[in-house]
């Protein structure tokens, strides 16, 4: 069983930035996919950014490309979600997600293509 833990959620201006970190324990970190998603109040889960097991595929929601990077650190089991640039629009809970895949390169943008999910970290802009 896999847990995932999301920080560096919290108040920012507009124009700001932020760095959001997932730790993950309790599996073999380099053979899973990691994404971020964000929701709003009564609104579905979104996509924002994944990476491969690998770290050679990334994938972005158009709204965030150019704005956010995401990363990973095998070493520390963690991944990261920069995020430059913020707009209060992106005033969200975050979510980390994860799932075991055989591809080096394959990355989902869907709910269903991941089973863990961390409990989330708030990201509040203010204009």
């Known amino acids: 069983q896999v847990q995932l833990v999301e920080s560096g959620g919290g108040l920012v201006q507009a124009g700001g930035s932020l760095r959001l970190s997932c730790t993950a324990s309790?599996?073999?970190?380099?053979?899973?996919?990691m994404a971020w998603f964000l929701q709003a109040p009564g609104k579905e889960r979104e996509f924002v950014a994944t990476?491969?097991?690998?770290?050679?595929?990334?994938a972005y929601a158009d709204a965030v490309k150019g704005r956010f990077t995401i990363s990973r650190d095998d070493a520390k089991n963690t991944v990261y979600l920069q995020m430059n640039s913020l707009r209060p629009q992106d005033s969200d809970v975050y979510y980390c997600?994860?799932?075991?895949?055989?591809?080096?390169?394959?990355?989902?943008?869907?709910?269903?293509?991941?089973?863990?999910w961390g409990l989330g970290t708030q990201v509040t802009v203010s204009s």
């Open positions: 997600a994860a799932t075991k895949s055989w591809s080096n390169s394959w990355v989902g943008t869907a709910i269903a293509d991941y089973r863990y």
């Open positions: 309790g599996g073999n970190f380099t053979t899973y996919v």
């Open positions: 990476i491969s097991r690998s770290g050679i595929s990334t």
